[in-house]
T-cell receptor, first 117, second 107 residues
Framework: GAVVSQHPSWVICKSGTSVKIECRSL??????MFWYRQFPKQSLMLMAT?????????EQGVEKDKFLINHASLTLSTLTVTSAHPEDSSFYICSARKGQRGAGEAFFGQGTRLTVV | GESVGLHLPTLSVQEGDNSIINCAYSNSASDYFIWYKQESGKGPQFIID?????DKRQGQRVTVLLNKTVKHLSLQIAATQPGDSAVYFC??????FGAGTRLTVKP
């Protein structure tokens, strides 16, 4: 099966700093990548959808300037949490879809646990 | 289905029994649906998918049923095993997740 690697798997940062999370598709080209946030015992909340070479589409209520998404190549997307605050602490997960846009299985990374202190 | 951040409903079954997990979706135009399994602290894993031109699809020990009339999906797991304990989510092709169900298998 296809592999999606997310890095780092966990990170602790100080309030006010920025953190970058990487999502790589290792053995396929990802036309679309998705970023999620998950709180304990809750579902995955879609934050944004990004297609390679174009701007990400953010879900309602997600701050674009706070959560910067870059999908610069068919194998890499990054999520940068800018000026992080303790309320940004969460589990962030990416997924990548190969092939035709809008359909097909998406493969998930292992997630990044962000703790802001 | 829409991900609304609710606390997860739970389903507890005895090992060896069959499990049925349900999901309602909101977009009648969705034409592709996926079931994922998520274990604690990990990313979701693909279980099975179904396109809207089908109403049933079977995998190994799993069956997905799609009822487009009432916008409802179900995942049936046969002979449930302790390793099946996890949270199960359905997703539409726009990759929005349903609320999820926590399945606990009692030995």
């Amino acid at each position: 099966g296809a592999v999606v690697s997310q890095h780092p798997s966990w990170v602790i940062c100080k309030s006010g700093t920025s953190v970058k999370i990487e999502c790589r598709s290792l053995d396929f080209q990802a036309t679309t990548m998705f970023w999620y946030r998950q709180f304990p015992k809750q579902s995955l909340m879609l934050m944004a959808t990004s297609n390679e070479g174009s701007k990400a589409t953010y879900e309602q209520g997600v701050e674009k300037d706070k959560f910067l998404i870059n999908h610069a190549s068919l194998t890499l997307s990054t999520l940068t949490v800018t000026s992080a605050h303790p309320e940004d602490s969460s589990f962030y997960i990416c997924s990548a879809r190969k092939g035709q846009r809008g359909a097909g299985e998406a493969f998930f990374g292992q997630g990044t646990r962000l703790t802001v202190v | 289905g829409e991900s609304v951040g609710l606390h997860l409903p739970t389903l507890s079954v005895q090992e060896g029994d069959n499990s049925i997990i349900n999901c309602a979706y909101s977009n009648s135009a969705s034409d592709y649906f996926i079931w994922y399994k998520q274990e604690s602290g990990k990313g979701p894993q693909f279980i099975i998918d179904i396109r809207s031109n089908m109403d049933k699809r079977q995998g190994q020990r799993v069956t997905v049923l799609l009822n487009k009339t009432v916008k409802h999906l179900s995942l049936q797991i046969a002979a449930t095993q302790p390793g099946d304990s996890a949270v199960y989510f359905c997703a539409e092709n726009d990759m929005r997740f349903g609320a999820g169900t926590r399945l606990t298998v009692k030995p």
